[in-house]
């Protein structure tokens, strides 16, 4: 069966350290894969999405991901941690088929940023 | 521009009692339209999913039904509430089906069934 696997349920950082959210997907077939954040009580916002164009994909916020075939693997990164990343992050993967295509996400990492 | 209304933001209902979310898309026509749960520590489920008018998919046996009785609306409904019946309900939608077109999420409807 295909799943999304987001290694990690909380991650914590310190305020301007690196962020890395990570994201593995099982299929060798090039899925679209999306990152989605989540502020408490508010529904989910796109970060990026990457659609088979450039392999590293910029987003909102100062986030970027990178698809790696080999790896299977869509890993969400932000150089410098604000205060105001703090949220819950969801890798979300769509496997194209003939019919109706099913978002399959993963079960979240919840970010927690230190002052 | 598009956008995506939910209500009611919060509800506590006691068990057995009924159950009614509304979902409404505006700016758009024809809509794929979605329910999803989000439970604590479970990531999101997806509950139905409808194409269009009076059409309605289940993707997991439960207490929930779904309606869409206009092209932007989409009910969630209960006859009896259980205590599992407890989350976060998200409805969401794209056009066409759901490849490269994103899912844009309503603010959800947090339910606690008492």
């Known amino acids: 069966a295909q799943s999304v696997t987001q290694l990690g349920s909380h991650v914590s950082v310190s305020e301007g350290a690196l962020v890395l959210l990570r994201c593995n997907y099982s299929s060798s077939v090039p899925p679209y894969l999306f990152w989605y954040v989540q502020y408490p009580n508010q529904g989910l916002q796109l970060l990026l999405k990457?659609?088979?164009?450039?392999?590293l994909v910029k987003g909102i916020n100062g986030f970027e991901a990178e698809f790696k075939k080999s790896e299977t693997s869509f890993h969400l990164t932000k150089p410098s941690a604000h205060m105001s990343d703090a949220a819950e992050y969801f890798c979300a993967v769509i496997w194209p088929s003939g019919g109706y295509q099913k978002v399959t996400f993963g079960i979240g990492t919840k970010l927690q940023v230190i002052p | 521009s598009q956008t995506i209304h939910q209500w009611p933001a919060t509800l506590v209902q006691p068990v057995g009692s009924p159950l009614s979310l509304e979902c409404t898309v505006e700016g758009t026509s024809n809509p794929n339209l979605y329910w999803y749960r989000q439970a604590a520590g479970r990531g999101l489920q997806l509950l139905f999913y409808?194409?269009?008018?009076?059409?309605i998919s289940s993707e997991v046996p439960q207490n929930l039904s779904a309606s869409r009785p206009q092209d932007r609306q989409f009910i969630l409904s209960s006859k009896k509430l259980l205590l599992s019946d407890s989350g976060f309900y998200l409805c969401?939608?794209?056009?066409?089906?759901?490849?490269?077109?994103?899912?844009?999420f309503g603010a959800g409807s947090r339910l606690t069934v008492l």
């Open positions: 969401a939608w794209t056009i066409g089906a759901a490849g490269a077109n994103v899912l844009t």
């Open positions: 990457y659609t088979s164009a450039a392999t």
């Open positions: 409808s194409v269009g008018i009076g059409q």
